[in-house]
């Protein structure tokens, strides 16, 4: 599968444990983005990576949050001290830009559901 | 007031109907404007994406923007059971990166 893979599928925790979410993003790739979804809401904007760079962070992303991308490959977005209102699906995109090309597709992973309990 | 403003229905049609999904937005800035569809527990797909106003066809699918009323829409011909999901309208400026969605409108297309 050359898709965008998130791991785990399924993350469920006590309130005040860190966690840990790995993305493997279209190899080609150079952007990816994390989103968080509730239920019943669309995906919102945390932040994204051009290569091994964080370009921009949303206002959403707490100072509990932290993520990174070493090497422009994977990425990473950990969870300090889980809130239950942490719970959400976490979703992982990957896209191409280039110069030249101008498209806003980006391609999603099956995200990682996060139940803090 | 949300940037992007989408009705979360549910929306229930017969097979063979046609649909009608809308948003509506207020930032001027948006320049590309989206189309996702998203099956339950799985991640949005693209279904396809206008730049600026104007329509595009894709098989059953019609997408339209109106940038003077900051108004898009997405019809599907000839829907199916299996174009049952989640819609998620979605814009980003002329850099792409930052992508906004609207809270997504359930379809169930009843055979």
């Known amino acids: 599968d050359t898709g965008v893979s998130q791991n785990p599928r399924h993350k469920i925790t006590k309130r005040g444990q860190n966690v840990t979410f790995r993305c493997d993003p279209i190899?080609?790739?150079?952007?990816l983005y994390w989103y968080r979804q509730t239920l019943g809401q669309g995906p919102e904007f945390l932040t994204y990576?051009?290569?091994?760079?964080?370009?921009?962070k949303s206002r959403l992303l707490s100072d509990r949050f932290s993520a990174e991308r070493p090497k422009g490959s994977f990425s990473t977005l950990e969870i300090q001290r889980t809130e239950q209102g942490d719970s959400a699906m976490y979703l992982c995109a990957s896209s191409l830009m280039a110069r030249g090309r101008i498209s806003p597709e980006a391609f999603f992973g099956q995200g990682t559901r996060l139940t803090v309990v | 007031q949300k940037e992007v403003e989408q009705d979360p229905g549910p929306l229930s049609v017969p097979e063979g109907a046609i649909v009608s999904l809308n948003c509506t937005y207020s930032?001027?800035?948006?320049?590309?404007f989206m189309w996702y569809r998203q099956y339950s527990r799985k991640g949005p797909e693209l279904l396809m994406y206008t730049y600026s106003s104007g329509n595009k066809e894709d098989g059953r699918f019609t997408a339209q923007v109106d940038k003077s009323s900051k108004y898009i829409s997405l019809f599907i011909r000839d829907s199916q059971p299996s174009d049952s999901a989640t819609y998620l309208c979605?814009?980003?400026?002329?850099?792409?990166?930052?992508?906004?969605f609207g809270a997504g409108t359930r379809l169930f297309v009843k055979a």
């Open positions: 190899s080609e790739h150079n952007r």
């Open positions: 930032n001027s800035a948006f320049q590309y």
């Open positions: 990576f051009q290569n091994e760079a964080q370009l921009e």
């Open positions: 979605a814009m980003s400026g002329i850099g792409g990166f930052k992508t906004i």
